[in-house]
Nanobody, 111 residues
Framework: QVQLVESGGGLVQAGGSLRLACAAS????????MAWYRQAPGKAREFVAI???????LYLNAVKGRFTVSRDNNTKTLYLQMNNLKHADTAIYSC?????WGPGTQVTVSS
């Protein structure tokens, strides 16, 4: 069983920054890809970023150069550093690991 809990969301002005964290519990995740997704109001959930267990990363084009995904395998935590936030980044952000989803954390960017 995998449990995921996100934190770090909030209300920020456009151009501001937030750092999200996803704390995972259960087995080791050092050999597992870990990803961030988001869902804006009225829209389908979309992929944001992935941290591959071999060290690779991949991003949604719209966040490239602004978001950075990282992980700490010792603490089983996935991070998403979000800089230069835009109103279009407003969404519920959830982490996804081994087919499990966290409940999500709300990010609201005021324009």
């Amino acid at each position: 069983q995998v449990q995921l809990v996100e934190s770090g969301g909030g209300l920020v002005q456009a151009g501001g920054s937030l750092r999200l964290a996803c704390a995972a519990s259960g087995r080791s995740f050092s050999d597992t890809n870990m990803a961030w997704y988001r869902q804006a109001p009225g829209k389908a959930r979309e992929f944001v970023a992935i941290s591959g267990y071999l060290g690779t990363t991949l991003y949604l084009n719209a966040v490239k150069g602004r978001f950075t995904v990282s992980r700490d395998n010792n603490t089983k935590t996935l991070y998403l550093q979000m800089n230069n936030l835009k109103h279009a980044d407003t969404a519920i952000y959830s982490c996804y690991v081994l087919a499990f989803w966290g409940p999500g954390t709300q990010v609201t960017v005021s324009s």
